[in-house]
């Protein structure tokens, strides 16, 4: 998604990132909500990914470390389309809606 950036943009956007740390079952996108507020990225744990309260098979149903998630509701505007919920301690980076659209737009 950001592979088309220059280095130095990519360097200022890892800046604009923040850590968030979450313990075991914490909800961090919750289905259906219009409240697009962040991108994530996994750092360290593991999250559980489910769509009308169901798992989803692997590997789709268990993301960990390096995944990326939550940058289709903000690309295209539209309602969360899946919960995520920790399954163990998590360390995540998140960039907000309008520093993410900024950084996809230059």
Do not use: W
């Not at 088309?4 to 979450?22: G, N």
């Not at 909500?33 to 169901?54: L, M, Q």
């Not at 998630?69 to 919960?83: C, D, N, Q, V």
């Amino acid at each position: 998604m950001f592979q088309s950036l220059p280095e130095t943009t990519l360097d200022k956007l890892v800046l604009a990132f923040d850590r968030v740390e979450l313990s075991p079952s914490s909800t961090i996108i919750e289905q259906g909500s219009e409240n697009i507020d962040y991108f994530y990225v996994i750092r360290s744990g593991d999250v559980a990914v489910t769509i009308d309260g169901k798992p989803l098979p692997d590997p789709y149903g268990t993301l960990s470390e390096g995944t990326v998630f939550g940058e289709l509701a903000m690309l295209y505007k539209t309602p969360r389309a899946a919960t995520v919920t920790t399954k163990s301690d998590c360390t995540l980076y998140r960039v907000d809606r309008r520093t993410f659209r900024h950084f996809l737009d230059s």
